[in-house]
């Protein structure tokens, strides 16, 4: 995408569409490809709100430079220090020289390590505001969703809160940039993606943050990634609640390690039993082989989640046990845990599921299956029993 667009009065967005970076973070696939949204606001002063990834810097310039139409940057407005906002910053300040920063006391270390920056620096505190003629810019401090020095920015003028990571979703942009102009089922699931991979840990600081925020009269909410709201920004902040309070869907995730098929059959029987006992929505996912934000996106929305693990050098299975770790730091809540290990010549997978269990302390449903090499007809049976027992705890 090329153009620079009017998103609001004097507002440009001036953001880039990214096609070319295959893993988020180096972890998570971009199917759809990311986008890094940046904005100008003209005022009597100039001010730039975030910025863009590194390789993207000739694609950001242009519009920047198109949207001020001849005039200088007066201001940038740094949101978050995460490089794939803050990657240009030097350069944007090496093509404008007059350019004063705008951070909290969080931001201007990091400014400073990150890009070697420490003049013509301006520190804000909470709820303090720039006035660039016509446009009165106050800056909110929103701590660790998803860094320390994570704040949004608030333009009354406009009623526009430009959010930064907070209400961001995977996906670029296919033409429509705004709520109105794309289906909803394009964009929920890599919203909910996003959450659940960079923000869905500190879903506390974000009921925190969203508490703050409601104080303010926004029309329009305008992330650093993916969609931009402005049709109904209702459906963002009730999606960012119920996710961040980890208020589920009646569904169940069934997540499994195997090597030669065993524990996949078992897996395979509870989700049977979870269909028998009336619950539509089952993910079955081979966590050898899935996206593992795809499980941690749909963990997320569903209430329950089945673990089952083969053993591995008296291990659990390492793709499973990597899902667990990366559910550990997620933390979790509101949910129900069903887990069920099989071994060979030496037990160890459920064991590791168990103290998996306690670790998170999601509610267990019955029963632990345990299974030696294969299972028999009565491990399956108690495998559809623990589907069952799924699918009425989920409802
Ligand atoms: Fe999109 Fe935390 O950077």
Known sequence: MHKTLSVAKDTWWVGVNDYETDLFESLWPLPQGVAYNA???????????????????????????????????????????????????????HTYPGLEII????????????????????????????????????????????????????????????????????????????????????????????????????SGMV??????????????????????????????????DRWSKQETERGVVVAYGSMYGNTRRMAEAVCRGISEGGVKDVRLYDAARSDTSLILRDIW????????????NTLLFPALDALCVKLINRMPKKRVLGIAGSYSWSKGALDALRAFAETVKLEKIGPEVEVFAAPTAADLERCLELGKNMAAAVA
């Open 103 to 202: 951070g909290n006391a969080k931001t201007l270390p990091l400014l400073k390590e990150y890009h070697g920056i420490e003049k013509d620096v301006i520190q804000v505190k909470d709820g303090e505001s720039l006035d660039i003629g016509g446009h009165v810019l106050t800056f909110h401090t929103i701590p660790m969703v998803h860094w320390p020095e994570s704040m949004v920015t608030f333009d009354a003028t406009t009623r526009t809160l430009f959010s930064n990571d907070a209400f961001g979703g995977y996906g670029a942009h296919e033409g429509g940039l705004f709520d109105d102009e794309k289906p909803r089922e394009r964009w929920e699931g890599e919203m909910l993606r996003y959450y659940a991979t960079i923000v869905a840990r500190y």
């Open 301 to 312: 929305r569903y209430k329950g989640l089945v673990l089952l693990g083969c053993t591995y």
């Open 39 to 93: 904005y100008v606001v003209l005022g009597d002063k100039t001010a730039a709100v975030d910025t863009v990834k590194g390789p993207w810097f000739d694609d950001y310039i242009d519009k920047v430079a198109t949207a001020l139409d001849g005039r200088a940057l007066d201001y940038l407005v740094v949101n978050h220090m995460e490089p794939d906002h803050a990657g240009v910053i030097g350069r944007l300040k």
């Open 207 to 240: 009921q925190t943050a969203l508490k703050k925020l409601s104080a303010l009269d926004i029309a329009n909410i305008y992330p650093a990634h993916g969609t931009l709201f402005r049709q109904d920004i209702g459906q963002a902040i009730e999606l960012y």
